[in-house]
Nanobody, 125 residues
Framework: HVQLQASGGGLVQAGGSLRLSCAAS????????MAWLRQAPGKEREFVAG????????WAADSVKDRFTISRDNAKNTVYLQMNRLNFEDTAVYFC??????????????????WGQGTQVTVSS
């Protein structure tokens, strides 16, 4: 069965950096677009960044695209999110997600069929 295990979250000061990782298993990783989503307290889950099956194409929400970078390593079945210049508004639980098989450049919650349990990122001001 599909498993997505995110890690790397923690407490960081504003302006700092974190790198999240997501280990995927239970499916052919290279066949699916992958993404990071996040959910802040009291808010709906939102798209953060996505990466194509090969890793050559990436896209991100306007709020993070100058600060966050998504990447993947198909040999390791892992997707990453490098987060720089973090601010208080980035505080959230971050989820690794697998896009549905027919999705291309997905960025809506409907585009994703699986996500893991998430990792907490807390940015202190």
């Amino acid at each position: 069965h599909v498993q997505l295990q995110a890690s790397g979250g923690g407490l960081v000061q504003a302006g700092g950096s974190l790198r999240l990782s997501c280990a995927a298993s239970g499916f052919i990783f290279r066949n699916y677009e992958m993404a990071w989503l996040r959910q802040a307290p009291g808010k709906e889950r939102e798209f953060v960044a996505g990466v194509s099956r090969s890793g050559t194409d990436t896209w991100a929400a306007d709020s993070v695209k100058d600060r966050f970078t998504i990447s993947r390593d198909n040999a390791k079945n892992t997707v990453y999110l490098q987060m720089n210049r973090l601010n208080f508004e980035d505080t959230a639980v971050y989820f690794c997600a697998r896009a549905k098989s027919d999705v291309r450049r997905g960025n809506l919650m409907f585009d994703f069929g699986y996500w893991g349990q998430g990792t907490q990122v807390t940015v202190s001001s």
